[in-house]
């Protein structure tokens, strides 16, 4: 298998924890979207989609999207099960998952894609370019705000986002709760339970990767 990771990017983070959470060592070749690289002819050529992260499996399958990577890897490696063992478990790790997605991950991007000078012309990923449209970006720093305060509350009772043990969607809430740092939406007491999982997830050496 071989792994096309991005150092600085969150869904190949996401993935790369999950492969860690796993206990796999995968080879992996690193695509710097700094210097754009996921718009070379060679990885093209890989994943015409030009987004990280991508999973080329063994029988020669080329994955993109996290949940596809996820879904492949937990069926290749049951254990530590990290998508749900029972029918309840299964359904709320994919809606919490699902949920971090479009209301944190979307939101974050949409205010960085579309506030940042550097992102002129990238306001989305993939091999199009679409210009920046500036109301987009205030509307994602309030949706993402919204959902940190929705996340806080729904951890008030609760060690783990989806089910009683860490999961994927742990990893998918983590990863995308510290990437809003780029938005400068940070996690401190003002948010206490949000903290006390942020703080719990960033203590599992896959967080630090
Ligand atoms: N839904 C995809 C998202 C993949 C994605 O958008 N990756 C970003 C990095 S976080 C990317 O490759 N961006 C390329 C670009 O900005 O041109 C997944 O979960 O894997």
Not at 74 to 80: A, I, R, S, V
Not at 107 to 129: C, S
Not at 170 to 189: E, P, Q, S, W
Request: charge should be negative; glycine fraction near 6%; charged fraction near 25%.
């Amino acid at each position: 298998m071989i792994f096309y990771d991005c150092a600085t990017a969150p869904s190949p983070r996401r993935a790369r924890m999950f492969i860690a959470e796993k206990g796999l060592s995968v080879e992996t070749r690193e695509v710097s979207l700094a210097k754009g690289e996921q718009l070379s002819p060679e990885f093209l050529a890989i994943h015409p989609g030009a987004t990280v992260p991508v999973l080329a499996t063994e029988s020669g399958l080329i994955l993109s999207e996290n949940i596809a990577i996820a879904t492949y890897l937990e069926e290749m490696h049951p254990e530590p099960p990290l998508l749900g063992t029972t029918a309840e478990e299964k359904a709320l790790i994919q809606m919490w998952n699902a949920r971090i997605e479009h209301q944190l991950g979307l939101a974050i991007a949409e205010a960085l894609r579309n506030g940042n000078p550097h992102m002129k012309g990238r306001a989305l990923p993939g091999p199009d370019n679409f210009e920046q449209i500036p109301a987009l970006a205030k509307r994602g720093l309030e949706r993402a705000t919204l959902f940190f305060d929705r996340l806080d509350a729904h951890l008030a009772d609760r060690d783990y986002i989806a089910a009683d043990g860490f999961s994927f969607a742990d990893i998918t809430g983590f990863v995308f709760v510290d990437f809003a740092r780029v938005i400068k939406l940070r996690v401190d007491d003002t948010r206490p339970d949000l903290k006390r999982w942020y703080d719990r997830i960033a203590a599992r050496p896959s967080a630090s990767l």
